[in-house]
């Protein structure tokens, strides 16, 4: 691999944690969120989209599987964080009433939804590098069906 494509994959790997660390910590906030009284689970729908969309988005733009995990990790380093009580006696996701259910279907959802989107990003096939003429790389194609997709093969 060429100097510009680590330092591409570096680039990647860097806005990932970055975005998924933001993501995370949001998500987290937005646990006791309520409306009219009423609580709104909004961080679990948003930990199960942003995950696999997250690791998703940067298998694609960065053509690594490592890479695309980081953002899966990182979420799961911060929700943890957040899981420890400080020396303040600060505890953001608790355990009991209401509020527990929700950060337990937090947890549940976020997890699965990363777990998922990680193994998914190392299961993809490699594309190979090829050489073009000129010395530039490209990516191959990667194989799969070819033709019209109709199956009308004569």
């Known amino acids: 691999?060429?100097?510009?494509?680590?330092?591409?994959?570096?680039?990647?790997?860097?806005?990932?944690?970055?975005?998924?660390?933001?993501m995370a910590v949001v998500e987290v906030f937005w646990l006791p969120l309520r409306a009219d009284g009423v609580l709104v689970p909004v961080s679990v729908?948003?930990?199960?989209?942003?995950?696999?969309l997250i690791v998703r988005a940067t298998r694609r733009l960065s053509g690594s599987g490592v890479v695309a995990v980081l953002p899966a990790v990182t979420w799961l380093v911060v929700v943890v964080a957040a899981m420890i009580r400080r020396r303040e006696g600060d505890l953001l996701i608790v355990g009991?009433?209401?509020?527990?259910?929700?950060?337990?279907?937090?947890?549940?959802?976020?997890?699965?939804?990363?777990?998922?989107?990680?193994?998914?990003?190392?299961?993809?096939?490699?594309?190979?590098?090829?050489?073009?003429?000129?010395?530039?790389?490209?990516?191959?194609p990667v194989p799969g069906r070819t033709g019209s997709g109709s199956g009308g093969a004569r």
């Not at 691999?1 to 933001?22: E, K």
């Not at 729908?45 to 995950?51: I, K, L, R």
């Not at 997890?111 to 000129?134: K, N, T």
């Open 45 to 52: 729908v948003a930990a199960a989209v942003g995950n696999l």
């Open 1 to 22: 691999m060429s100097l510009p494509q680590t330092l591409a994959r570096a680039g990647w790997a860097v806005v990932a944690v970055l975005v998924a660390g933001w």
């Open 96 to 140: 009991g009433g209401d509020t527990g259910i929700v950060n337990l279907a937090f947890l549940l959802v976020g997890v699965v939804a990363a777990a998922y989107a990680a193994g998914r990003a190392l299961a993809e096939p490699r594309r190979p590098v090829s050489r073009q003429p000129d010395g530039a790389e490209a990516a191959a």
